[in-house]
């Protein structure tokens, strides 16, 4: 097979043979991505007395918060301008640029130093770190499924276009992992201090392998096919042309943000502040949610492809409405360890199937001359309205109703959503907008 070279020596097109590292080249920027994600998460109570004191602890963690959801509005600017630049010049080169805003943001919140030390420069640094991590997270996940559906083989794009998601899982892994060893090795005084910034040093430690890695991915066959590359005009074009298709594409990813920022970004605040288990209890159950992730994650890619996607999309999104308040209610009355493992443990299995389908669905449902930019803005969208205010808005449920199972309607309301956007992109059999 005769494989053209880039210029800077990298092969031109993903060879059969090579098709795992490649998986495991493109995703290493979702795992950074991820990584830093879940840290700010859960060391969200130790940001905000560094970072954000306020007059009461509910006002200060609300702040924390609003900063971390603050990232997730720049997506959507950086899924049209990143996604543009992506579509035009290649995935290999635009997800590399991705990953250097996304790594510029991880070091800045690394090392700034607290608000008793520089004042409100403090806070204000801390923003910039997620804004610039948001405005390359608009585009990095997007880039990478699209690059995963491109060099699938026929019939096991949903199996491939999965693996995006579960490395996200792995991240989650060793960060809990990580998180569980401080809480175990140092004393509560020295973690609220400085112990809570070893992961994030960590995380500024694998950057530059995971460069190492980007920087030999190979260009995937389908975009070196194409003739035609779109200018950012005619992507903002085909954008106003495809609203609609963008529009249902945010409902359909709603089910995966908030479900899967409420297992794992707002579990660990919600197990220790609300339920009153101990930080380990909540490491641990994070720890294995992340792991059940990664098993359903390919599951439900390599289901949705033998049945389709839609069974499994309406299936998961009924069972969510059905069973959300009801399983939170069960924890809340009676908080312990065993109950709140058995309920994220189920609501993993609710996101891994649904997202495993969903991913691939919505990188089929986009106009393939615009494919990483329409998947990047519907997914920005859904990520910044549903995903990163998700631990904001179960905050503020829990505080303003005084019921501790309040956060089951935040994931009911994105299930709602996700099931009316898989009905209307399937309402037609034939030529429908999306492949079943």
């Known amino acids: 097979m005769t494989t053209a070279i880039l210029a800077d020596g990298a092969p031109a097109a993903v060879q059969q043979g090579s098709k795992l590292g490649a998986v495991l080249r493109v995703t290493s920027g979702n795992f950074l991505e991820q990584f830093d994600f879940f840290l700010f998460g859960f060391y969200a109570t130790y940001i905000a007395k560094a970072f954000f004191p306020a007059g009461s602890d509910f006002a200060s963690l609300m702040l924390t918060f609003a900063v971390f959801g603050a990232g997730f509005l720049m997506r959507p600017l950086g899924a049209i301008v990143l996604g543009a630049y992506i579509d035009e010049v290649g995935r290999r080169k635009g997800l590399i640029v991705t990953l250097a805003i996304m790594a510029s943001g991880t070091v800045l919140i690394a090392f700034v ?31 990478v499924s699209v690059y995963l559906s491109e060099m699938a083989p026929p019939g096991h794009k949903g199996f491939y276009t999965a693996w995006q998601s579960a490395s996200q899982q792995v991240a989650i892994v060793l960060a809990a992992a990580l998180g569980f060893a401080l809480n175990e090795f140092m004393s509560p005084e020295t973690l609220a201090g400085w112990g809570w910034r070893v992961p994030f040093f960590v995380g500024c430690a694998i950057i530059p392998c995971i460069f190492m890695l980007r920087r030999s991915l190979q260009e995937t066959e389908d975009f070196q096919a194409r003739k035609h590359h779109p200018t950012t005009r005619e992507v903002a074009a085909s954008m106003r042309q495809n609203w609609r298709i963008v529009f249902a594409g945010m409902l359909l990813v709603a089910m995966t943000t908030a479900t899967f920022y409420l297992i794992t970004i707002y579990t660990p605040t ?38 389709g996607r839609k069974p499994l999309l309406v299936a998961m999104t009924v069972l969510a409405i059905l069973t959300a308040y009801p399983a939170m209610s069960w924890l809340a009355a009676a908080p312990s360890f065993g109950r709140m493992l058995d309920v994220l443990l189920w609501f993993s299995f609710l996101f891994g199937m649904y997202n495993g389908a969903m991913v691939v669905a919505l990188t089929e449902v986009m106009p393939v001359q615009v494919r990483v930019v329409g998947f990047s803005l519907a997914y920005s969208l859904a990520t910044a309205i549903f995903g990163g205010f998700t631990p904001a808005v179960s905050t503020w449920l829990i505080e303003a109703t005084a019921d501790k199972a309040a ?30």
């Not at 490491?283 to 439900?300: D, R």
């Not at 309607?409 to 059999?429: D, E, H, I, K, P």
């Open 113 to 143: 130093p607290g608000y008793a030390s520089i004042g409100l420069l403090a806070p204000a640094l801390v923003l910039l770190g997620r804004l610039l991590q948001g405005f390359s997270a608009g585009a990095e996940l997007g880039g």
């Open 407 to 436: 956060p089951a309607y935040w994931m009911s309301f994105a299930a709602v959503c996700g099931l009316l956007a898989t009905l209307a992109l399937y309402r037609r059999q034939a030529g429908t907008l999306i492949r079943t």
């Open 270 to 307: 919600f197990g220790r502040t609300v339920l009153h288990l101990s930080a380990k209890d909540s490491l641990v159950v994070t720890l294995l949610v992340a792991v059940t992730n990664f098993i359903w994650l390919p599951v439900g890619g390599a289901l949705s492809d033998r049945i």
